[in-house]
């Protein structure tokens, strides 16, 4: 597939092949583009700055309407072609295309709340003196070209959360996929591309490190948008600033779920299964560590067990696949290590799944881990169907076990007692808590990203906006 840049479909010599994580097959090319190739992308996108904001906010947010229209009715093939390049289970590639047109709408009526300015009568304020003749208004202006880069793992949605909320405020977009998901992307950039000026928005294929580069070092890039893994987002973040640039990171986590003794234990259960397992637990606030208090710990594992079993894994296309492949071979190999190194380090493993021989499949996994073990899963972000489950004998050794990690995305606490929920929730060090639900949920009316390592910002829709507008003051002065 050829990818889009100033409207027109750009090839090259060099390529990238992208395959089908459910058979290892290749199913298509993008270009492979050079450092030249990126900088006239980068211009092209400097140069229709201009022509974006010549139409008016009102008129943007009909054509984000309009895009999300054309989205639905392309949907099937969308949610397809995300199917086979990221091994997403097709009914969950089918919600996620919903999900990215709602994306778009949404944006359609947050820029009202995003550019609505303030007018302040200085005449309020003693200080300075002479504000009896002074009024100031605040006003928020778009930042420039965006340069966007985004994971394998939800190419729809992580391309609505940046494209339309930069589009709606009024920045021009230069947008990077991941090598191994880029062509939905490419699909929904000409989507875009029916609705908006020329150059709007311009999709570029190749070396990762090579369009990092460029994006941390030319000028006409204002902000990096960046959603990831944490040890690229921060090495990105801290150039892409030293040369002045903003940043918006959305990294990595190790979601902790806490089950109290009084939760709901079947309501657990199927919370750390979704949390977990679905599209074989590659998603950032996937539920990676379950620490349940030791008096109903047997319960909640054979229950687990009881339901797992039920989980099918196969073909991706199938609607009835629960487990799915994983992006690579080298992702297979990860957890390989990182299950090797549970057992290692104590770990009892009590359930293990069946998958199929052929595609790049891990069968979902449970261990059981003591709260003393120092196995690497955790403490770093495991992107696979391993699920750790570690008995505590109280909830402050839950809050300490939860809180052992460099991540801070998402929590979640099972308890019928809200106020004892509550008051864990306060302890933790998380973006997002949710108290008797998965750590799955996202709603992108409200703001989600994280402490600690996970991120810098967040990202709803009215936040990006916000993180993608540079606030300007006007004092006039009788
Ligand atoms: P990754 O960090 O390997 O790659 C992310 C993107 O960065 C890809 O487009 C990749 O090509 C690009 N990249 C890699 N090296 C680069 C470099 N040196 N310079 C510039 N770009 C570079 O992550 P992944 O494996 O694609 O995705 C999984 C990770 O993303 C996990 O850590 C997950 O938690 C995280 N993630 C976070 C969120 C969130 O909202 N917080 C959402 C989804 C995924």
């Not at 999300?68 to 009914?91: C, F, H, Q, W, Y």
Request: proline letters at 5%; one cysteine or more.
């Amino acid at each position: 597939m050829l990818t889009i840049i100033g409207n027109e479909r750009v090839d090259s010599n060099e390529k990238i092949a992208v395959r089908n994580p459910a058979n290892g097959e290749i199913i298509d090319y993008v270009p492979s583009l050079s450092r030249d190739e990126v900088r006239k992308a980068i211009d092209i996108a400097f140069d229709s700055f201009s022509k974006l904001n010549s139409i008016t906010p009102a008129k943007r947010s009909k054509a984000l309407m309009e895009t999300a229209s054309i989205i639905r009715e392309n949907a099937n093939d969308l949610a397809v072609t995300m199917t086979k390049e990221t091994g997403r289970p097709i009914k969950s590639s089918r919600a996620e295309i919903e999900r990215t047109a709602q994306i778009f709408e949404l944006a359609s009526s947050e820029l009202r709340r995003a550019l609505e300015g303030e007018f302040v009568p200085l005449d309020l304020y003693d200080f300075p003196a002479g504000n009896e003749k002074r009024i100031a208004f605040i006003k928020r202006e778009p930042i420039g070209v965006v340069g966007a880069i985004t994971p394998f793992n939800f190419p729809a949605a992580s391309f609505a959360h940046k494209v339309a909320p930069a589009l709606a405020v009024g920045n021009t977009v230069v947008f990077k996929p991941s090598s191994l998901t880029p062509l939905t992307q490419i699909k929904l950039a000409e989507i875009v591309s029916k609705k908006f000026p020329v150059g709007s928005v311009n999709v570029i294929t190749g070396s990762s490190e090579m369009i990092g580069e460029e994006f941390i070092s030319n000028d006409k890039v204002s902000l990096i948008t960046f959603t990831g893994s944490v040890n690229v987002g921060l090495d990105l973040a801290s150039k892409a600033v030293k040369n002045g640039k903003r940043v918006i990171m959305e990294l990595g986590g190790s979601d902790a779920m806490i089950v109290l003794e009084d939760a709901d234990i079947d309501k657990a259960v199927k919370a750390a299964l979704v949390g977990r397992f679905d599209f074989a637990g590659q998603f950032c606030n996937a539920t990676k560590r379950v620490i349940v208090r030791q008096e109903i710990e047997k319960d909640f594992s054979d229950k687990l067990r009881s339901e797992l079993q039920k989980y099918k894994a196969g073909d991706p296309m199938d609607e009835s696949v629960d487990i799915p492949p994983l992006i690579s071979e080298q992702a297979v190999m990860r957890m390989r290590e990182f299950l090797n190194d549970a057992i290692k380090e104590g770990g009892e493993k009590i359930f293990e799944g069946k998958v199929p021989e052929k595609g790049y499949y891990f069968p979902p996994v449970v261990v059981k881990l003591q709260p003393t073990s120092r196995s690497r899963i955790l403490r770093e972000e495991v992107f696979g169907p391993i699920l750790p489950i570690v008995p505590v004998k109280s909830d402050d050794e839950a809050i300490n076990i939860a809180n052992s990690t460099q991540y801070g995305l998402d929590a979640s606490i099972f308890s019928s007692n809200f106020s004892r929920a509550y008051e864990i929730a306060s302890k933790l060090r998380a973006g997002t808590i949710i108290i008797n639900d998965t750590t799955r949920l996202r709603w992108d009316n409200l703001p989600f990203g994280g402490m600690l390592k996970s991120g810098i910002g967040r990202e709803s829709v009215i936040n990006t906006m916000m993180e993608m507008t540079e606030t300007k003051l006007m004092v006039y002065s009788r």
